[in-house]
């Protein structure tokens, strides 16, 4: 009973973290799917979410907090994509790539200078640290459910909007056929600022609700990057919702590691997932094998 | 003996067959001609021969040796060389080195052997060099060499194309639409060229839409229609032959007099022009 | 005249270095040149990374991972007390070969290690069979597929040496031994050597340089150009693209893995940070800030920057300008801002650069097929001649 119940523990701690990558996962497809460019400073927005939240959270109640940092990063995201990957579309995607990496590492001292390097939180939305709830006999804290909850929400309302609003399915349009989408009246430049807004508002977001339980600090952003991207692509780049199929199981398996090996080897399994899919199945479970975007022949 | 056997190759993508149980020979010193209508399988069979795609089913032989399957380099190491249809020059680099590169293969100094230097590098480089440069004289570009080859315009990336292709030192020229986008007087230059070519020895396979091109050119002709041969033989027969007529054209010409000139057994407007082998 | 602009930099190159030392002993700086020895070694790796990126066009963000797989297996096998396998046959054979042997460590007490030159060569060997090993696999993808697989592979070897205790954890491994190249030659951090070990880090750097200048005007430089360039069409003409690429990744792992041998001697230690991203990260922004395939732009770029960054001129925005200058140099001039200099230079001196077309002023269009290759090109006088002129692209 004891061993089921430690591991069902280990199991939803992998839930609670994969839904993050989900998220993570899901901001790389957007900006992928409307722009190819796979956007390696993914995991800073959830970062600045958390943070911009703690800010703020002293001077207005939690709820406003977050709603304002998720609107802080979201512009912060769209101000990026005017400033510059608007005027670097004639750039190769490799390079293009390579910006924001070196974007990634900007934003992360810009963080470390306005904020320090202290490690912060949220606080808990519901009870405190030491609160803790019942759920199919595992003692879990209620923040996993804030944060389970979330993300569920997240996903259906991106599905829902990519689906069955008119922005959405233009967003949709533009992934699959930029020119096209263009004749037919879509504003290409205008979805691609929506696509990083999109993805920025989303990483604060998922930054704020598990800021309580891993806390926030300025170099979160890089490691979160990887594993979200590790969870897109176990998915199958470009399709959002496999992302979410993906961050599961990359936290899942990440906590399966976490039982088993001594601590400093966590992250070494997120990263031998990304190499795995990478060399062996590089379309995700779920792309289709032809995609020649991977493959050279 | 045929020099270049495909045997009944077929080939789809997804739920499309492209090349349908495809068979062709290419005797030594010939000039071959495929021809059909744009989604016929023309590109699909090259690619199949050259390497950048395996057959599903089938086999083709070369030299009799297999090489279905075979990587693009092992083939061109084989002794088959091509041109693309859009011309594929390293724009990065000179007219020269685009050149030198068709040498590789024929060429061994490695890592080891070219970052050592060792002895006989600098004579192996300057053979390079002058190799090159005479296939581009060849093609009448010589004074081309240290260009740029992104400044070049269309017709000259074709020729510095086929002159790379040559370097390779072939036994056979796989040419994919080489008329493609030339002038008339560029066409007839090219024709000249191709005929050279045949007299040094070479080998020619060609895709081409270009009736006049292809039908003064090839001493056999191949027709493809949806991924499979509707005619093969010399271009007079292939020219009359009713199926290839109507493949062109949609159907049978009836005569009825409204206004229609044609008559059913007209032959097309496929007849040689300027193009004919006399003119060499 | 292009043979002339190929060896002037050779030969300026020891009068700098040899200028620098004398400048730097003349204003009583000698100190600095630790760091700069320092530098001219992480020069080593993005030389390599040029060859890599900017010639045969393969990303790696991989590539400080290599650099610590060199440091750290040397410093392991001379800093590790091998004493407890005494009794097994191999280390008996090692010793007698004079690869493992007997030393005094920091504390006076006597440990078997193995000796700097069998370190150095297991450490060249096991990169060797890892990059191959990440490179096969790795290279068959494009773009950024293959940024992500090696920055994945950087990040394992980073956690992993982090969480070893045999490679020290987060505290690295300390006090690792000169070592003697040749009777009097040594690589070592102590002060008395220190106008030695900058020579023999500006040798090495120099041995590379040659190797690398010989590779790329060569039929390896053309075919990685080629692969770079266009893989299909490099592909149809005879280049077995994959093991080239291959091999020019294990070359470039090798040249990082040496460079880092050679400093783990001198610093006398190595920590994980040097495997970690922001590292590898680095090194692609300093060879993006060479010019990607300018091997000597990446140098003076590279020694420059890192020197600067050593001397801690940038403070603690030391990560944050490497980020910046990733991001400003390749949305402004991707081919590294010394061409752009270069051609300002150009236009202020008034020189131009030979145009192509005044090798043939009175050319006309026309195919001219011979039938012996060799034979000279003879003007075709012909009625249907126009002589009409190529048109330019941008001379």
């Given at each position: 009973?004891?061993?089921?119940s430690?591991?069902l523990?280990?199991l939803?701690?992998?839930?609670t973290?994969?839904s993050?990558?989900?998220?993570?996962?899901?901001?790389?497809?957007l900006?992928y799917?409307?722009?190819g460019i796979?956007?390696?400073a993914?995991?800073?927005?959830?970062m600045?979410?958390?943070?911009?939240?703690?800010?703020?959270?002293h001077y207005?109640?939690?709820?406003?907090a977050?709603?304002g940092?998720v609107?802080?990063v979201a512009?912060v995201?769209c101000l990026?994509?005017?400033?510059?990957f608007?005027?670097l579309?004639?750039h190769?995607?490799?390079?293009?790539i390579i910006?924001t990496m070196?974007?990634?590492i900007?934003?992360?001292?810009?963080?470390l200078?306005?904020w320090?390097e202290?490690?912060?939180?949220?606080p808990?939305?519901?009870?405190?640290?030491?609160?803790?709830v019942?759920?199919?006999g595992?003692?879990?804290?209620?923040?996993?459910?804030?944060?389970?909850g979330?993300v569920?929400?997240?996903?259906?309302?991106l599905h829902?909007?990519l689906r069955?609003?008119?922005q959405?399915?233009a967003?949709?349009?533009?992934s699959?056929?930029p020119?096209?989408?263009?004749l037919?009246?879509?504003n290409?430049?205008?979805?691609?600022?929506?696509?990083f807004?999109l993805?920025a508002g989303l990483?604060a977001l998922?930054?704020?609700?598990?800021?309580?339980i891993?806390?926030?600090?300025?170099?979160m952003?890089a490691?979160?990057?990887?594993?979200g991207?590790?969870?897109?692509?176990?998915?199958?780049?470009?399709?959002p919702?496999?992302a979410?199929a993906?961050g599961l199981?990359?936290g899942?398996?990440?906590?399966?590691?976490?039982?088993?090996?001594?601590?400093?080897?966590?992250?070494?399994?997120?990263f031998?997932?990304l190499?795995?899919?990478?060399?062996?199945?590089?379309?995700?479970?779920?792309g289709?094998?032809?995609?020649?975007?991977?493959?050279e022949h | 003996?045929?020099?270049?056997?495909?045997e009944?190759?077929?080939r789809?993508f997804?739920g499309?067959?492209?090349?349908d149980g495809?068979s062709?020979s290419?005797?030594?010193?010939?000039?071959k001609?495929v021809?059909?209508?744009?989604?016929a399988?023309?590109?699909?069979?090259?690619n199949?021969?050259?390497g950048?795609l395996?057959?599903?089913?089938?086999?083709i032989m070369?030299?009799?040796r297999?090489?279905t399957?075979?990587?693009?380099?092992?083939?061109a190491r084989a002794?088959?060389s091509?041109?693309?249809?859009?011309p594929s020059?390293?724009?990065q680099?000179?007219v020269?080195?685009?050149?030198m590169?068709?040498?590789h293969s024929?060429?061994?100094?490695?890592?080891f052997?070219?970052g050592?230097?060792?002895?006989?590098?600098?004579?192996?480089?300057?053979?390079i060099?002058d190799a090159?440069?005479?296939?581009?004289?060849s093609v009448?570009?010589a004074?081309l060499?240290d260009?740029p080859?992104g400044?070049?315009?269309?017709?000259q990336?074709?020729?510095v194309?086929l002159?790379r292709?040559?370097?390779?030192?072939?036994q056979?020229?796989l040419?994919?639409?080489p008329?493609?986008g030339l002038?008339?007087?560029e066409?007839?230059?090219?024709?000249?060229?191709?005929?050279k070519?045949?007299?040094r020895?070479?080998t020619?396979?060609l895709v081409?839409?270009?009736?006049?091109?292809?039908m003064?050119?090839s001493d056999d002709i191949i027709v493809?229609?949806?991924?499979?041969?509707?005619?093969?033989g010399?271009?007079q027969a292939v020219?009359?032959?009713?199926?290839?007529?109507?493949v062109?054209?949609?159907e049978?010409l009836q005569?009825?007099?409204?206004?229609?000139?044609a008559?059913?057994r007209r032959?097309l407007?496929l007849?040689?022009?300027n193009y004919?082998?006399?003119?060499a | 005249?292009n043979r002339?602009?190929?060896?002037?930099?050779?030969?300026?190159f020891?009068v700098?270095?040899?200028?620098?030392?004398l400048?730097?002993?003349a204003?009583?700086?000698?100190?600095c040149?630790?760091?700069?020895t320092?530098a001219?070694?992480?020069a080593?790796v993005?030389m390599g990374l040029?060859l890599?990126?900017?010639y045969?066009?393969?990303v790696?963000l991989g590539?400080?991972?290599f650099f610590a797989?060199g440091?750290y297996?040397?410093a392991?096998l001379?800093t590790?007390?091998?004493?407890?396998?005494?009794g097994?046959?191999?280390?008996g054979?090692?010793q007698?070969?004079?690869l493992?042997?007997a030393?005094q460590?920091l504390?006076?007490?006597?440990a078997?290690?193995?000796s700097?030159?069998?370190?150095?060569?297991?450490?060249?060997?096991?990169?060797?069979?890892?990059a191959?090993?990440?490179?096969y696999?790795?290279l068959?993808?494009?773009g950024?597929y293959l940024?992500?697989?090696?920055l994945?592979?950087?990040l394992i070897?980073s956690?992993?040496?982090?969480?070893s205790?045999?490679?020290?954890?987060?505290d690295?491994?300390?006090g690792?031994?000169?070592w003697?190249?040749?009777?009097?030659?040594?690589?070592?951090?102590?002060?008395?050597?220190?106008?030695q070990?900058?020579y023999?880090?500006?040798?090495l750097a120099?041995?590379?340089l040659v190797?690398?200048?010989?590779?790329v005007?060569?039929r390896?430089?053309r075919?990685?150009?080629?692969i770079?360039?266009r893989?299909?069409?490099a592909?149809?003409?005879?280049?077995?693209?994959?093991?080239?690429k291959?091999k020019?990744?294990?070359l470039?792992a090798l040249?990082?893995a040496m460079a880092?041998?050679?400093?783990t001697?001198?610093?006398?230690?190595?920590?994980?940070?040097?495997?970690?991203?922001l590292?590898?990260?680095r090194?692609?922004a300093?060879a993006?800030?060479?010019?990607?395939a300018?091997?000597?732009?990446?140098?003076?770029?590279?020694v420059?920057?890192n020197?600067l960054?050593?001397r801690?001129?940038?403070?603690t925005y030391?990560n944050?300008v490497?980020?910046?200058?990733?991001?400003?140099i390749?949305s402004?001039?991707?081919?590294g801002?010394?061409?752009?200099?270069g051609l300002?230079?150009?236009?202020?001196t008034?020189?131009?650069?030979?145009?192509p077309?005044?090798h043939?002023p009175n050319?006309v269009s026309?195919?001219?097929?011979?039938?012996?290759?060799?034979a000279e090109?003879?003007?075709?006088?012909d009625?249907r001649?126009t002589?009409?002129s190529?048109?330019?692209?941008a001379?």
């Open positions: 009973m004891e061993n089921g430690l591991a523990q280990y939803l701690s992998g839930i973290k994969g993050i990558y989900a998220v993570v996962a899901i901001g790389f497809n900006i799917s409307a722009t796979i956007n390696f993914q995991g800073e927005f959830v600045l979410g958390g943070m911009v939240a703690v800010t703020l959270a207005v109640p939690l709820p406003v977050i709603a940092a609107g802080v512009l995201g990026l994509e005017l400033a510059l608007r005027r579309q004639r190769s995607v490799l390079h293009l910006i070196g974007l990634s900007v934003i992360q001292e810009a963080a200078h306005i320090d202290k490690v912060r939180s949220l808990y939305f519901t009870g405190s640290e030491v609160s803790s019942r759920f199919l595992a003692a879990i804290s209620p923040q996993v459910l804030w944060v389970l979330t569920a929400l997240v996903v259906l309302a829902v909007f069955y609003t008119l959405g399915r967003m949709r349009a533009c699959s056929n020119e096209a989408a263009m037919a009246g879509i290409i430049p205008n979805m691609r600022t929506l696509s807004g993805s990483g998922a930054g704020c609700v598990i800021s309580p891993t806390m926030t600090h300025y170099e952003g490691p979160l990057a990887i594993k991207f590790a969870a897109a692509i176990l998915g199958g780049l470009g399709n919702m496999a979410v993906g199981l990359v899942i398996l990440e906590a399966a590691s976490v039982s088993r090996l001594p601590a400093v080897y966590n992250d070494v399994a997120a031998a997932i190499l795995f899919v990478l060399f062996v199945r590089p379309q995700g479970l779920f289709s094998p032809t995609s020649d975007t991977v493959r | 003996m045929a020099l270049l056997e495909v009944n190759v077929r789809s997804g499309l067959v492209a090349v495809v062709l290419v005797n030594a010193g010939q000039i001609g021809i059909g209508p744009n989604g399988g023309k590109t699909t069979l090259f199949m021969i050259s950048l395996k057959p599903d089913t089938g086999q070369f030299n009799d297999p090489i399957g075979l990587k693009p380099y092992q083939i002794g088959i091509r041109t693309f249809q859009n020059l390293f724009l680099m000179n020269l080195q685009n050149v590169v068709g040498r024929r060429t061994r100094l490695d890592f052997g070219c050592l230097r060792w002895p006989g590098q600098l004579r192996e480089e300057k053979t060099r090159a440069r005479a296939q581009l004289e009448g570009l004074y060499a260009w080859a400044a070049l315009p269309f017709g990336r074709r020729m194309e002159a292709a040559l370097a390779t030192e072939p056979m020229l040419l994919d639409e008329a493609s002038n008339t007087r066409k007839e230059d090219l024709a000249l060229l191709i005929r070519i045949r007299d020895g070479i020619t396979l081409e839409h270009d009736m006049s091109v292809v003064g050119l493809l229609h949806n991924g499979c041969t509707i005619a093969e010399a271009p020219q009359n032959d009713p199926r290839v007529i109507s062109y054209l949609g049978e005569g009825d007099g409204g206004g229609r000139d008559s059913p032959p407007p007849s040689s022009g004919s082998r006399q003119s | 005249m002339f602009r190929q060896i002037l930099p050779f030969t300026l020891p700098v270095v040899v200028g620098a030392q400048v730097m002993r204003t009583e700086t000698e100190y040149l630790t760091q700069l320092m001219v070694y992480y080593i993005v040029c890599l990126m900017g045969a066009g393969q790696s590539h400080g991972a797989i440091g297996a040397s392991v001379t590790y007390d091998f004493s407890r396998f005494k097994a046959p191999w280390a054979w090692l007698k070969a004079h493992l042997i030393r460590d504390y006076g007490n006597t078997m290690t193995f700097p030159w069998a370190a150095f060569l297991t450490a060249m060997l096991a990169t060797f069979f890892i191959l090993l990440i490179g696999p790795a068959r993808l494009r950024h940024a992500m697989a090696t994945g592979f950087g070897v956690k992993m040496l982090l969480g205790n045999i490679t020290g954890a987060a690295g491994i300390n690792v031994p000169a003697k190249l040749l009777p009097g030659l040594a690589v070592t951090g102590k002060s008395a050597g220190r106008v070990n900058y023999i880090a500006c040798g120099l041995l590379v190797l690398l200048r010989n590779l005007h060569s390896v430089g075919a990685l150009q080629a770079h360039d893989e299909t069409a592909n149809a003409m005879g280049i077995n693209t994959a093991a080239c291959l020019v990744f294990v470039s040249l990082a880092g041998v050679f400093f001697h001198y610093t006398g230690g190595i920590a994980p940070s040097e495997a970690g991203a590292k590898s990260v090194y692609v300093l993006a800030a060479g010019g990607m300018n091997l000597w732009g990446v140098t003076v770029m590279s420059a920057l020197y960054s050593l801690g001129w940038f403070g030391d944050a490497f980020g910046a200058i990733l991001i400003l390749i402004l001039a991707p081919e801002p010394l061409k752009p200099l300002w230079l150009r236009r202020l008034g020189t131009r650069p030979p145009s077309t005044s043939d050319h026309r195919f001219t097929f011979h039938a012996s290759p060799a090109l003879a003007p075709q006088t009625e001649a002589g009409r190529p048109q330019h692209g001379p």
